[in-house]
Structures are given as C-alpha cells and as structure tokens.
C-alpha cells in the first residue's frame, strides 16, 4: 500500500522537471507546427507559425500570424487556414481552443491553471532554474591588469563581463575557473625592473605612481622600435621583413640589451631579481585588489595565472608546434601559417624570445587539458579580435581544444566595444589622460551615495533612522550596481557612452530602477509576509502578464549563458520589473479585505522579489533591503 503514493509522487517529480524545461512560447509554437504540418500536408520542420506575444494582454498571452504567409503561399484562404489550425490544433493543457481574428491571425490564451501550476512549482528554492546538463569545467579570462600599470576602463570592462559570465555559469552548476591573464613577464616587465634597480629606487617602498613613471620611461626606450615594428605591420610584412626591420633598429634594440640581461636572469631563476619582480607585482597588485573590491567581484589573488606562470612551457608549445610540422623556420623565426589567410602567427622571434601569442598557446592547452574546461572564453577587448583568431586556430590545428575525455572545447573571444566621453571619443580625463578605474568608481559611490542620503531624509522614508554607516553601504552599492548594469546592459561589442547622469538615475533601464523596485517589495514583504505556504491564484491580467514573466527565468538564463550575452538577463530584468510595477498599480495587496488573494499576491511578489535579487546577483549586483 506504501509504495503506490511513493510511486506516484515520484511521477509527479518526472512530469514537474519536464514542465520546468518548458518554453511556453516555444511550446505553442511547436503544436502550431504540428497542425499546420498536417493541415497543409507538409513537414512540420520547415514551418515557421510566426508566435508573438499577444500586443493586448486583455485578449490573447500569444499571437501566430504564420497562416498569412502559409496561406499564400500554399494557395489557401488565410482566415480559412487559420479556421482549419484552430479546428485540429491541440496544445495540452497549456491552452484552451485558440481564436480567430482580423485576417486570420491566431490567438492564443495560456490556462489559468496550467501557468499557476507552473509557477508554484517555480517557486522553489532553485526558482525553477535547471543545471547544466554539461559538467565539463569552464575557463574564462578576464581582468587581465599589467603589471606597473593602472587598471583602466578595459580592465573594468573585461572584470564586470567576466565575473558575470562566470556566476551565471556557477548558477547553473558548472565549476568555473576565472582566470587572470596578468601582464607579468616578459620584456616590458624586464625593462620597468632594470629602469627601478638602475635608478637606485627602493623597491619595498614602491607605490604605484613610480612604476608607473618607469613604465613610462621603458616605454620611451622602447619606442623606436616599437616605429619599427609598426611600419613592418602596416606594410603587412611577412616575419622576414619585421624581423629585418628590427635589426635596423640596432640602437634601440641596444637600449634595451640591460632588459634583456634582467629578463635572462629572471628566466634563469635567479632568486634576487625574482624577489625583487615579485615586489613590482604585489604593488601592483595590491591597489587592483582595493579596486576589485569596490567592484563586489569574485576576482581575487586566487585567480592570479599570469604570464609568467606559462614561462617554462614555451619553448615546450614551440616543439610540439615544430615536431608536428606545423611551426615552420621564417628568418631564423617560427611561424605557424594558415590555409585561409597570408598573416600568421609569430611564436618565436630569431632572438629566440617568445610572444603574447606563445603564452596564450601553452594557456590554452593548460586550460583545456589540465583545467579539463570545454568552453574557454576570453572577455577582451575587441581590438584583440585577430590575436585569438590567430591563436584559437593554430590551437586548433594542433588539436589542443580538446578535453581529457575527447571532448571537444570550444574556444570563444567575448569581444567588447570602447568606453566614450560626451564627445564620443575614448574615456579621458580633462588633462587628455587614460581614466582611471578607481575615479570612475568613488565617482558612482558618491553621487549613490548622495542620492541615498537625500532620499532618507525625506518624510517616511524606510532609510530615515539608518546611520551613516548604513547609508553608506547602501550608496556604494547603488553606485556599483550602476556602473555594472550599464555596461553589462548594451550589447558588449558596442562601444558606449559613459554618461554618469543616467546610469545612477532611479528611473529607466538602470541598475538602480531595478534596485529600488525589488527594495520597494522587500518593504511590501515586510509589512505582509512572504506567505510561502499561500495557495497560488492568478488571474488578473497583470498578475498572468507577471507570471507568464517570471516562467521565463529559466531560458532567458540559460540563452544568456549559451550567446555569452549578459544583456539578455539584464532586459529581462528590467521587463519583469515592470511587470511587476504594472500589476502593484493594478492589483491591490494590502489593502484587500479578501484574505486569499492577498496570501497569493504577496506570495507572487515575494517570488519576483526572489528571483530579481537571484537575477541582479548574477550581474554581481547588489540588492539592498531598503533604499
Ligand atoms: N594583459 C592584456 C592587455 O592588457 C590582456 C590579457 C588578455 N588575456 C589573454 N589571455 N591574452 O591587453
């Protein structure tokens, strides 16, 4: 007798997770395809019903005007068509007989039951978000700061995209590793090194600014060279010219025969320059990290694998590329070539150093064959787009993107567009100057901050007995929240407008409109309870137009995850958001005399409530109680 009811609930748990995996939209698309396949007596497969949202909620959830198109095109009367569809059409329990309207548009209305059994099985602690059927490990890359130099605006674009990439992948189950590419090795590095020594400056007492002035200066050394090089480029050179090039350049390349030396030493292993490089990073490093704490990123020293972590398996990369033919000789360099294209890739100079392109190759096979990740993405600038072309392929070629187990890895550049000022140009500073992070940062946390402690003192404020200390808190996290909404909301590649006026305002698409609204039903929460228990009843149509919203969590997440687009999540947010406010205007809570209906609403409310905070968390941003 026992074993029936266990039976029966296990059935019940199979029929809930293949509910939860459906999209209701695509769902009624494919019945649709069904019909229309038999109707017209055509492959289901090639039909496109054409399912949009329905513009009036009062009507339909959904629209199909496939039968405009289908019936021309087949030789039939579209109302007729359309007549037909409706006639054998069967969409289960999730809608009742659909309508014909105008010219033969469909009209579809989902079950009143069917969406509040959907979303009271939503309603738990996962909030209806599946894991990824994919348990490989995945790699991103992000941050990627330079050693003696200032995180810029590239930087902070590459950690905001990164760290939300990788928290939407940990919210699917994947394991993530994020890693930081620092620029820590290698030429430039040697010659900031050999600037300081020579000058006689104290390491330990090293700030940021005198790295940056030697950095400054190796880069004046370097300069005529770097004319060099850049001429061989743009005259599209092959290896042999470039390098040709370079020897003429005989007395820059002189200059820079001290880094050189330190460079040698370093890669010797000699123990007091390695000390001494070691003190160029953790200066560094130690003003990124107070910066990546303001951020609320989950980027920290255990995420450092830098250049200089890959600096003994170069010339092991160089081999593998050489013993497999594929690394052919060039002017006393190895370049590997491809069939599509007369640039290749450059992985080791006649002088026998490696490149940017070197390291990135033994990073790869480090990635995907001891990391074991089948998805590496690099979230960097958009102006690298040929580097990881370059380098995916020659990957590729050598058939390193491939797991342990065989499986393949894909490799992706999430690339991303510029920050700009007012007059559309790269970010400056008025004196012409690269900004830096950190202004832009305590420039959101204040102007937050600001508009918090304006906002508590006005009458009835839930902020009104909060100390400074509180508020304060409260404003960082409006500033940060809109720094990162704002630039995780457009489509990555394109270049924005850095408009700080707009990203902190409370109204619009930004951070903090979304912020204030979920603080908004936290209060509501407050003063009614989550009624977790309550029964569920949705009928209304803002409270259907909510739910339908809210059942969508689950693929926009996991679209957002599968294009790498954050802005999808961030739309979506922002579009329950108001649905949310679209049904508080319309459908009373409190105030109801009605006692179910209140449980159920303030039941809904605290489901969206749950899921913006969970949504927001991915986009690393903050959700405060009360603002
Ligand atoms: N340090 C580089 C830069 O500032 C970015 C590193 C990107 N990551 C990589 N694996 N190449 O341009």
Same mark, same amino acid.
């Given at each position: 007798?026992?074993?029936?009811?266990?039976?029966?609930?296990?059935?019940?748990?199979?029929?809930? %997770?293949?509910?939860?995996?459906?999209?209701?939209?695509?769902?009624? /698309?494919?019945?649709?395809?069904?019909?229309? @396949?038999?109707?017209?007596?055509?492959?289901?497969?090639?039909?496109?019903?054409?399912?949009?949202?329905?513009?009036?909620?009062?009507?339909? +959830?959904?629209?199909?005007?496939?039968?405009?198109?289908?019936?021309?095109?087949?030789?039939?009367?579209?109302?007729?068509?359309?007549?037909?569809?409706?006639?054998?059409?069967?969409?289960?329990?999730?809608?009742?007989?659909?309508?014909?309207?105008?010219?033969?548009?469909?009209?579809?209305?989902?079950?009143?039951?069917?969406?509040?059994?959907?979303?009271?099985?939503?309603?738990?602690?996962?909030?209806?978000?599946?894991?990824?059927?994919?348990?490989?490990?995945?790699?991103? +890359?992000?941050?990627?700061?330079?050693?003696?130099?200032?995180?810029?605006? @590239?930087?902070?674009?590459?950690?905001?995209?990164?760290?939300?990439?990788?928290?939407?992948?940990? %919210?699917?189950?994947?394991?993530?590793?994020?890693?930081?590419?620092?620029?820590?090795?290698?030429?430039?590095?040697?010659?900031?090194?050999?600037?300081?020594?020579?000058?006689?400056?104290?390491?330990?007492?090293?700030?940021?600014?005198?790295?940056?002035?030697?950095?400054?200066?190796?880069?004046?050394?370097?300069?005529?060279?770097?004319? /060099?090089?850049?001429?061989?480029?743009?005259?599209?050179?092959?290896?042999?010219?470039?390098?040709?090039?370079?020897?003429?350049?005989?007395?820059?390349?002189?200059?820079?025969?001290?880094?050189?030396?330190?460079?040698?030493?370093?890669?010797?292993?000699?123990?007091?320059?390695?000390a001494d490089w070691q003190k160029l990073i953790d200066c560094t490093m130690g003003s990124v990290y107070?910066?990546?704490?303001?951020?609320?990123?989950?980027?920290?020293?255990?995420?450092? %694998?830098?250049?200089?972590?890959?600096?003994?398996?170069?010339?092991?990369?160089?081999?593998?590329?050489?013993?497999? /033919?594929? #690394?052919?000789?060039?002017?006393?360099?190895?370049?590997?070539?491809?069939?599509?294209?007369?640039?290749?890739?450059?992985?080791?100079?006649?002088?026998? /150093?490696?490149?940017?392109?070197?390291?990135?190759?033994?990073?790869? %096979?480090?990635?995907?064959?001891?990391?074991?990740?089948?998805?590496?993405?690099?979230?960097?600038?958009?102006?690298?787009?040929?580097?990881?072309?370059?380098?995916?392929?020659a990957a590729r070629l050598i058939s390193w993107n491939q797991t342990p187990d065989g499986t393949e890895?894909?490799?992706?550049?999430?690339?991303?567009?510029?920050?700009? #000022? +007012?007059?559309?140009?790269?970010?400056?500073?008025?004196?012409?100057?690269?900004?830096?992070?950190?202004?832009?940062?305590?420039?959101?946390?204040?102007?937050?901050?600001?508009?918090?402690?304006?906002?508590?003192?006005?009458?009835?404020?839930?902020?009104?007995?909060?100390?400074?200390?509180?508020?304060?808190?409260?404003?960082?996290?409006?500033?940060?929240?809109?720094?990162?909404?704002?630039?995780?909301?457009?489509?990555?590649?394109?270049?924005?407008?850095?408009?700080?006026?707009?990203?902190?305002?409370?109204?619009?698409?930004?951070?903090?409109?979304?912020?204030?609204?979920?603080?908004?039903?936290?209060?509501?929460?407050?003063?009614? @309870?989550?009624?977790?228990?309550?029964?569920?009843?949705?009928?209304?149509?803002?409270?259907?137009?909510?739910?339908?919203?809210?059942?969508?969590?689950?693929?926009?997440?996991?679209?957002?995850?599968?294009?790498?687009?954050?802005?999808?999540?961030?739309?979506?947010?922002?579009?329950?958001?108001?649905?949310?406010?679209?049904?508080?205007?319309?459908?009373?809570?409190?105030?109801?005399?009605?006692?179910?209906?209140k449980q159920s609403r303030l039941r809904l409310a605290n489901l969206t409530r749950r899921v913006i905070? +969970?949504?927001?968390?991915?986009?690393?941003?903050?959700?405060?109680?009360?603002?």
């Open positions: 007798m026992r074993i029936i009811p266990l039976c029966q609930s296990v059935v019940q748990f199979v029929i809930v %997770r293949v509910y939860m995996s459906i999209n209701i939209q695509q769902h009624i /698309g494919d019945s649709l395809k069904t019909a229309f @396949g038999s109707v017209l007596n055509i492959d289901p497969n090639e039909i496109d019903p054409v399912v949009r949202r329905a513009q009036n909620p009062e009507i339909a +959830d959904f629209q199909a005007n496939g039968a405009m198109g289908l019936g021309k095109k087949h030789g039939h009367d579209p109302k007729e068509l359309a007549e037909k569809i409706v006639a054998v059409v069967d969409f289960g329990t999730f809608a009742d007989k659909p309508e014909v309207a105008g010219p033969g548009f469909i009209n579809i209305r989902i079950n009143n039951e069917t969406i509040t059994t959907l979303v009271e099985e939503m309603d738990c602690e996962n909030l209806g978000v599946e894991p990824d059927r994919d348990t490989h490990a995945v790699a991103i +890359d992000l941050c990627g700061v330079n050693v003696a130099k200032q995180l810029h605006v @590239g930087h902070l674009r590459s950690t905001i995209i990164g760290d939300s990439i990788a928290r939407m992948y940990e %919210r699917v189950g994947r394991t993530v590793y994020r890693e930081n590419h620092l620029g820590d090795w290698g030429l430039p590095i040697a010659m900031v090194l050999e600037q300081l020594l020579s000058s006689g400056t104290n390491l330990d007492t090293l700030e940021l600014n005198d790295l940056n002035t030697a950095y400054k200066n190796a880069q004046l050394v370097a300069k005529d060279e770097l004319r /060099g090089e850049k001429a061989a480029k743009n005259l599209q050179s092959g290896p042999h010219r470039f390098i040709e090039i370079e020897e003429q350049n005989a007395s820059a390349l002189e200059a820079q025969a001290a880094a050189k030396t330190v460079l040698n030493a370093l890669q010797q292993g000699d123990k007091k320059l390695l107070k910066s990546l704490d303001l951020l609320h990123v989950k980027v920290g020293a255990e995420n450092n %694998r830098g250049e200089s972590f890959y600096r003994d398996r170069l010339s092991g990369v160089v081999e593998s590329f050489v013993s497999s /033919g594929l #690394g052919e000789e060039d002017g006393g360099a190895i370049v590997v070539r491809f069939k599509d294209r007369e640039r290749p890739v450059l992985i080791q100079k006649s002088d026998g /150093g490696f490149l940017y392109a070197t390291t990135d190759l033994a990073a790869i %096979r480090f990635r995907t064959n001891e990391l074991k990740a089948d998805r590496v993405i690099y979230v960097v600038d958009a102006r690298q787009r040929d580097h990881f072309k370059d380098i995916f392929d890895a894909e490799l992706v550049h999430v690339p991303f567009g510029s920050v700009l #000022g +007012d007059d559309n140009k790269p970010l400056k500073t008025r004196s012409g100057s690269n900004v830096t992070l950190d202004s832009l940062l305590h420039e959101a946390i204040e102007r937050g901050t600001s508009e918090v402690i304006k906002r508590s003192k006005e009458p009835n404020s839930p902020t009104s007995k909060m100390s400074d200390e509180e508020l304060k808190t409260i404003g960082r996290q409006i500033g940060i929240g809109a720094i990162k909404y704002a630039d995780l909301s457009n489509d990555l590649v394109r270049d924005y407008v850095f408009d700080m006026n707009r990203m902190v305002a409370f109204e619009g698409n930004t951070g903090p409109y979304i912020q204030y609204a979920c603080a908004r039903i936290s209060s509501l929460i407050r003063k009614g @309870g989550e009624q977790a228990g309550a029964k569920l009843v949705i009928e209304e149509p803002q409270e259907r137009i909510l739910a339908l919203k809210l059942l969508q969590y689950n693929n926009v997440l996991h679209d957002s995850i599968k294009y790498l687009e954050p802005h999808r999540l961030c739309t979506w947010l922002y579009e329950l958001t108001d649905a949310f406010s679209a049904f508080y205007q319309s459908c009373p809570v409190l105030k109801l005399e009605d006692e179910l209906t905070v +969970d949504g927001l968390d991915m986009l690393g941003i903050e959700a405060p109680e009360q603002m």
